[in-house]
């Protein structure tokens, strides 16, 4: 008996038995090899997800490493969630993802599992997935991509896309420097290199103890990437036979940690929602508040785009995850144990910060703080903030509201030379939260109106459901909780009404009278279902608002209800079944 999961399936000596075992046998695998840990690979390949393009050569040397350690490597596939071709955002997919991921961990014989993820909803997705299946598991991300070069400079994935976007819509780039820059902007395979959130996640993930110390900075294209991929493997074998579960890893203190690495890279605030919805897997509580608590006490040391100035490989050069850890150690809990078998304080023993730049020392901050959590009339469950890319002077703000209905009512304005807008105005974008967008979409960074960009206006203040790229910066109030489409204040401003911000205080108000602001909403129309059918009218009923993560409502736990079986029904036992 090997106490495998796996054996559950291969082990009997009946119908069942044989039939499983001549499943592995049409793969080659001899059936005394059957009592050796059955490892998945969970490859999320996709011609039409660039971020993610080498997973294949990742997932080849997970399976040499795998069958070194004396496992059975068994690669399967999962939806690939992708940033930029999905529509109307991948994060309305990340859940399905998760649902995938985690539905095939269930139903099939694996032991354990290495999960490959680059593009941002991929890594939150999987981990979600393998977190409710609660078998062993370690993570391998796929790694920054080369930076491309544009008129002699180094251009990062997407901060600097936005920058130039800016520069077309002023008139000051030709139809040719754009198409120029579009064939400069993404050289290779990997995922976005600056400090956006498939950066920020592979580094939590780190953090999370998920992943193996160092590998989230390693360059996509570096064979040192596939050389992780092996250890991995070799990793993931062990895990099978010592069977340790991610809910071992995936702690709450684990979370703090994860916490307090988000703030201290100033990372992005897509990593609020997912890992308050990783946690929630778990039956783990995170709350804004527990984000305000951590961000409060945390500085942002790592210079990194769009905070600052450098790129994610940039920080692999300065020592790594491991070195921005060992530094903001006191900040940390680090008897948590980490998917490699030791703990986060044996891990970090030895690392070490490179220069002063760009992890800077704890005691010389680039920023006081990362991320700040808002709330107040017009947000009662709160909304976030990223201080670190966000103006100074316009953290303290009140000015007149401009509202826009939606993305389209925006895209058919924002430009507008009429426009009734200053750099005081508070620009405010609705029905782009989860329900509304639907999906959230990464609409929060409001353009600056074209006017104001040619008077020299780079930042103004914008308040909206909806989330923003890890890559993007400015004065953006997003996440807006609860959302408008599900009867929040935000649907209840008017043009003109005085938005108060004060990221300090805390505070976002509506500044109308409170029996106005009431009256208001309760004549708010109702809002009929979008959607009839699919997943999208599942996604509509039972998407949790963003303070929530915007996990489905069914997939969280019940708290106190007791572990499911890692089980699935339907192993017959003896000589008598079919499939
Ligand atoms: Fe895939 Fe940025 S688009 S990570």
Redesign the pocket.
Known sequence: MTGLRSERWFGPSDISGLLHRSVLRTSGVAGESAGRPLVGICNCWSDLVN?NLHFRAIAESVRRGVLTAGGIPAEFPAISV???LMKPTSMMYRNLMSMDVEESLRAYPFDAVVLIA???KTIPAQLMGAASADLPAIMITGGPAEPGRYKGKRLS??TDLWRYADEFRAGRMSEDEMSELEASLQPSVG??NEM?T?SSLSAVVEALGMSLPGSSTVPATHGRRLALGELCGARAVELAREGTRISSILTRAAFENAITTLMALGGSTNGVVHLIALAGRLGIELTLDDFARISARTPVLANMKPTGEHLFQDLHDAGGVPALLAEIESLLDTSVLTVTGATLAEELAGAERIGDDPIRPLGNPLKPAAIGVVRGSLAPRGAIVKLSAASPELMRHRGPALVFEDISDLAARIDDPDLPATADTVLVLRNAGPIGGPGMPEWGALPIPAKLIREGVTDMVRVSDARMSGTAFGTAVLHVSPESAAGGPLAAVQNGDPIVLDCEAGLLELDIPEAELASRLETLPGRPARYERGYRALYEAHVLQADQGCDFDFLRPSPGAPAEDDLPTGILEGWIGGW
Do not use: L, Q, R, Y
């Open positions: 971020c992708g940033e930029t680059s593009c941002d994935t997407a995922h976005c956006g498939a």
